[in-house]
T-cell receptor, first 112, second 112 residues
Framework: KAGVTQTPRYLIKTRGQQVTLSCSPISGHRSVSWYQQTPGQGLQFLFEYFSETQRNKGNFPGRFSGRQFSNSRSEMNVSTLELGDSALYLC???????????FGPGTRLTVT | DAKTTQPPSMDCAEGRAANLPCNHSTISGNEYVYWYRQIHSQGPQYIIHGLKNNETNEMASLIITEDRKSSTLILPHATLRDTAVYYCIVRLHSNTGNQFYFGTGTSLTVIP
């Protein structure tokens, strides 16, 4: 069974640009969550989508947004990039009512 | 979610049992204890979870004290590949939300 996949794996952007990251969950998983990981703040929850609806949202500015498609694939978008947005962005998927969530390998975003 | 306290780092000799403690003195009756680990530059990996009883799976054992105020994750025969940051998370199991708060975890180093 294929795991959670994220594309691209690495990305370099310039301040002020925007970026879109993609996540394909494990087949059959309808919940997709996004996390940001930085050395200073650790792993922080961004948002969760379930059946194309945002179900939970962390404490991030509106520049961070996401969406989920009918096939459960999800994208997150960061507009007007700042240097502090440099981070590893992780996606996790979960089956309905399951206890465990499965993480992808992450997208390493560098903002210069 | 209840706050957890973990030692920042631990060492363990290869082949020996690794015992990782976690304090969660404010845990409520319905909150579960989850353990995840993150090997360098990879996404976190689910290990195990429990409510009241001790649990064991192919990866580890989880021992929860009778008063549920602390728990210990046991890796019975640590290998070099178990070197990782281990996160103890306490939260309610929710069918409608998947928001996990990861703390700073314990950095486990398995020594040859």
């Amino acid at each position: 069974k294929a795991g959670v996949t994220q594309t691209p794996r690495y990305l370099i952007k310039t301040r002020g640009q925007q970026v879109t990251l993609s996540c394909s969950p494990i087949s059959g998983h309808r919940s997709v969550s996004w996390y940001q990981q930085t050395p200073g703040q650790g792993l922080q929850f961004l948002f969760e989508y379930f059946s194309e609806t945002q179900r939970n949202k962390g404490n991030f500015p509106g520049r961070f947004s996401g969406r989920q498609f009918s096939n459960s694939r999800s994208e997150m978008n960061v507009s007007t990039l700042e240097l502090g947005d440099s981070a590893l962005y992780l996606c996790a998927s979960r089956k309905d009512r399951a206890y465990e969530q499965y993480f992808g390998p992450g997208t390493r975003l560098t903002v210069t | 979610d209840a706050k957890t306290t973990q030692p920042p780092s631990m060492d363990c000799a290869e082949g020996r049992a690794a015992n990782l403690p976690c304090n969660h003195s404010t845990i409520s009756g319905n909150e579960y204890v989850y353990w995840y680990r993150q090997i360098h530059s990879q996404g976190p990996q689910y290990i195990i979870h429990g409510l009241k009883n001790n649990e064991t799976n192919e990866m580890a054992s989880l021992i929860i004290t009778e008063d549920r105020k602390s728990s210990t994750l046991i890796l019975p025969h640590a290998t070099l590949r178990d070197t990782a940051v281990y996160y103890c998370i306490v939260r309610l199991h929710s069918n409608t939300g998947n928001q996990f708060y990861f703390g700073t975890g314990t950095s486990l180093t398995v020594i040859p």
